[in-house]
């Protein structure tokens, strides 16, 4: 599966837009852009994921760009609850199952 | 609709014993997962269990660790003589389908907490 880079942490206002960027360079042309969160001490939960179009939800939206090397995750709103670690995921192919966790953006939302 | 259901919630253990963690997939899906998250870390695949049949463990270590997923009732993940370094949470996820090539979306239970004493 491809490797995907993601900042750390990032900071947000409490009712701004939040974007979280997520670079997958070596993305192969079978391969899904997901993206998970982790809030505190629970199970991560499935936000969006994608192919090649932009994608969009009750949650976020997904942007991916035309090379496909890299995405953003758009929370237009975001609220204190936001606040998690959020994890882009590229996967496809035959061990389409098998989910890789990198270490994933820590975004604070702050009031 | 529940969601995936994982139980218990927090096991406390002493080296050398068995813990045995159970997970109940949301209903209608066939497919179960199970990940390990260390401290400070990424969850780690570990299992990929179909009803009475183990498809992936190629992420499970080679001893101590088994998982079932029989054909009646919850998947199973079951570790023998606990060892410290066996501490974490260990999360269960279930989905719909696995099309080789199509897109799999997983749903995580709230994970049951280990900790080996």
């Known amino acids: 599966d491809a490797k995907t880079t993601q900042p750390t942490s990032m900071d947000c206002a409490e009712g701004r837009a939040a974007n979280l960027p997520c670079n997958h360079s070596t993305i192969s042309g079978n391969e899904y852009v997901y993206w998970y969160r982790q809030i505190h001490s629970q199970g991560p939960q499935y936000i969006i994921h994608g192919l090649k179009n932009n994608e969009t939800n009750e949650m976020a939206s997904l942007i991916i760009t035309e090379d496909r090397k890299s995405s953003t995750l758009i929370l237009p709103h975001a609220t204190l609850r936001d606040t998690a670690v959020y994890y882009c995921i590229v996967n496809g192919g035959g061990s389409n199952y098998k989910l890789t966790f990198g270490k994933g953006t820590l975004l604070t939302v702050n009031p | 609709n529940a969601g995936v259901m994982q139980n218990p919630r927090h096991l406390v253990r002493r080296r050398g014993q068995e813990a045995r963690l159970r997970c109940s997939p949301m209903k209608g899906h066939s497919h179960v997962y199970w990940y390990r998250q260390l401290p400070e870390e990424g969850l780690k695949f570990m299992v990929y269990l179909q009803k009475e049949n183990i498809i992936d463990e190629s992420g499970m270590p080679k001893e101590r660790f088994s998982a079932e997923f029989p054909k009646e009732g919850p998947s199973i993940l079951r570790i023998q003589q606990v060892v410290r370094g066996d501490s974490a949470a260990y999360f269960c996820?279930?989905?719909?389908?696995?099309?080789?090539?199509?897109?799999?979306?997983?749903?995580f239970g709230p994970g049951t907490r280990l900790t080996v004493l």
């Open positions: 996820a279930s989905s719909l389908n696995t099309l080789a090539g199509s897109y799999n979306e997983q749903f």
